[in-house]
């Protein structure tokens, strides 16, 4: 493993497989499902004017927002040099910060909301409770979770490979770790939904006291 990622798992999305992710996640009918999503799953938010996401890929959450909320400031973290480039022609170089979520330096930029999409569920354990953190202190009001859901935590094959998908209840961590965290809002996206597919995750809307 590569000195400059704390663990396998960051290796495998900053190398060859995130970049083969980039082609199987931009299409014009999944911007309409994360159109979608958005619209539901921020509908109790109130008004949203900026938004930092962990793990952006390359922009396709940012994208929808875009359409929702005209005026929102976007942000972005991605490790993968590929991914970053293209989030960085949507939403400026200076508002990526390429590179690991370990590494993100949150004091001091703080947003309306902080979003994590389908990232959490790829995380070392080990790991978790230092991007809650970060989810955490870059909010100034909301936290945006939507990851695959179990109560308890468990290991799923993905794609051939071994330890490099965690289903568990991240929300309910999150909700311990923090008291001043309250639940607004949840939902789920079904995979065989007619009209919108989704991926089979469970989103949450959590906001500061």
């Not at 927002?65 to 005209?70: D, G």
């Not at 929300?171 to 001043?180: N, S, T, V």
């Amino acid at each position: 493993m590569a000195e400059k990622f704390k663990t396998p798992q960051e290796e495998f999305w900053a190398g060859e497989f995130g970049a083969d992710y980039i082609g199987r996640n931009n299409s014009p009918q999944l911007l309409a499902s994360k159109l979608n999503f958005f619209s539901k799953a921020l509908k109790q938010a109130g008004p949203v004017t900026s938004c930092l996401e962990f793990g952006a890929n390359i922009g396709m959450n940012l994208k929808a927002l875009q359409l929702l909320y005209p005026d929102i400031h976007l942000q972005a973290v991605e490790i993968n040099h590929d991914a970053a480039m293209q989030v960085k022609n949507l939403v400026g170089e200076s508002n990526v910060f390429e590179g690991s979520i370990f590494e993100y330096p949150v004091a001091g930029n703080k947003v309306d909301l902080a979003l994590i999409k389908g990232v959490l569920i790829h995380i070392n354990p080990d790991m978790l409770d230092s991007v809650y953190e970060k989810l955490y202190q870059a909010s100034n009001r909301l936290i945006l979770i939507a990851e695959y859901y179990n109560p308890t935590p468990v290991v799923i094959p993905y794609r051939g490979h071994t330890d490099r998908l965690f289903k568990r209840d991240f929300a309910g961590e999150m909700l311990d770790k923090y008291p001043d965290l309250k639940l607004v809002d949840y939902g789920f996206c079904y995979q065989r939904d007619p009209a919108f597919v989704g991926a089979d995750d469970t989103w949450f809307l959590m906001q500061k006291a």
